[in-house]
C-alpha cells in the first residue's frame, strides 16, 4: 500500500515505533522517497500527536503507525516500572490509545486520508493475560481490519526468500467480511506485484495457458510464467492493460482469488 501511494504520486507518513525503517531500506522495498516521510516514535502521545502538526506542512493521502503495541507511554518512559505496577500502567495506556484513536478518527473524518494502524493478532501480550495496547479500540474504531499471518515459507536452492502471506478481511464497513486471499511476500523485495498478477488472471481466465506459453486472447505473452513477470516488469503499458482487463472480471464467491477463508 505505501509503495502503490508514493509511486502514484501521493504523500505517506510513516510513524516506525520498531525502529527498524530506514531511507534506504524503503527505497529498496519500492517507495518513492520523495513523497514519504518517517519518524521513529516511542510513546502513544508523540505517536498521534504529532499527525495534526505535520499535516500543517503537508497534505498526506497515507499514515502508517506500526506498530500499536510497540508504543509505550511518557508516563512508562519517565517512571520505573516494577512487578505491580504493571498492572496499572497496561489500564493507563489501554485508555490513553482509545482517546488518541478516537480523536484522530475525527481528524481523519476531517482531512479524508486514510490510515493503517498495525498490531500483533495475538489476544494475549508476554502471557500476563492482557490483550496488546489499544486491540479493542482498534476493533472498534476501524473501518476495516485485516488479520495477516504466514501461510508458509518460500525457499529458493534450499534458502529461506520469504512467506506466502495469508490475508482475511476480519472486519469491514464497507463489504462482506471473512474474506481474503494470498500473495508471496520477498525479503528485502516484498511484493511481487508481475507474478501476483499472471497468478490471478489465470485464476479467472483472463490469461490461458497453452502447453507452456501464456497467452492473453490471440496475444502470446511468454514462453512461460517467469519470462512473462520479466516482460510485465519492463513493459509498464502491457502490465496496467492486463491489470485493468483482469480487474474487470466479476468475481463470484466460489473464485479463488477472492475466496472466504
Not at 14 to 40: H, I, P, R, W
Not at 52 to 67: I, M, S, Y
Amino acid at each position: 500500500i505505501r509503495d502503490r501511494v508514493t509511486n502514484a504520486g501521493g504523500y505517506v507518513l510513516y510513524l516506525c515505533a520498531e525502529k527498524t525503517l530506514t531511507a534506504e531500506y524503503a527505497k529498496q522495498m519500492g517507495v518513492n522517497t520523495d513523497f514519504f516521510a518517517s519518524y521513529y516514535v516511542d510513546t502513544i502521545e508523540a505517536a498521534f500527536g504529532m499527525i495534526p502538526a505535520l499535516f500543517n506542512e503537508v497534505d498526506f493521502d497515507l499514515v502508517v503507525v506500526d506498530t500499536i503495541a510497540a508504543l509505550g507511554t511518557s508516563k512508562a518512559l519517565n517512571d520505573s516500572i516494577e512487578n505491580n505496577a504493571m498492572a496499572d500502567n497496561d489500564e493507563y495506556a489501554a485508555m490513553l490509545m482509545t482517546n488518541a484513536i478516537r480523536s484522530t478518527c475525527s481528524f481523519v473524518a476531517r482531512k479524508n486520508f486514510a490510515m493503517l494502524c498495525l498490531n500483533q493478532m495475538r489476544d494475549v501480550q508476554g502471557g500476563n493475560g492482557k490483550r496488546p495496547w489499544g486491540c479493542n479500540a482498534l476493533n472498534h474504531m476501524f473501518a476495516v481490519r485485516v488479520n495477516l499471518s504466514i501461510a508458509k515459507e518460500i525457499e529458493v536452492d534450499g534458502q529461506h526468500r520469504g512467506n506466502v502471506i495469508k490475508a482475511t478481511v476480519a472486519k469491514s464497513k464497507f463489504s462482506t467480511p471473512k474474506k481474503g486471499t494470498r500473495y508471496s511476500l520477498f525479503d528485502g523485495w516484498g511484493i511481487n506485484h508481475e507474478s501476483e498478477l499472471l497468478r490471478v488472471a489465470l485464476e479467472l481466465g483472463v490469461i490461458v495457458k497453452s502447453g507452456l506459453a501464456l497467452m492473453w486472447g490471440s496475444e502470446e505473452l511468454s514462453k512461460d510464467s517467469r519470462e512473462a513477470c520479466e516482460l510485465l516488469r519492463n513493459d509498464k503499458a502491457l502490465y496496467h492493460r492486463l491489470y485493468k482487463a483482469t480487474v474487470r472480471v466479476p468475481r463470484e464467491a466460489d473464485c479463488p482469488y477472492d475466496e472466504a477463508v
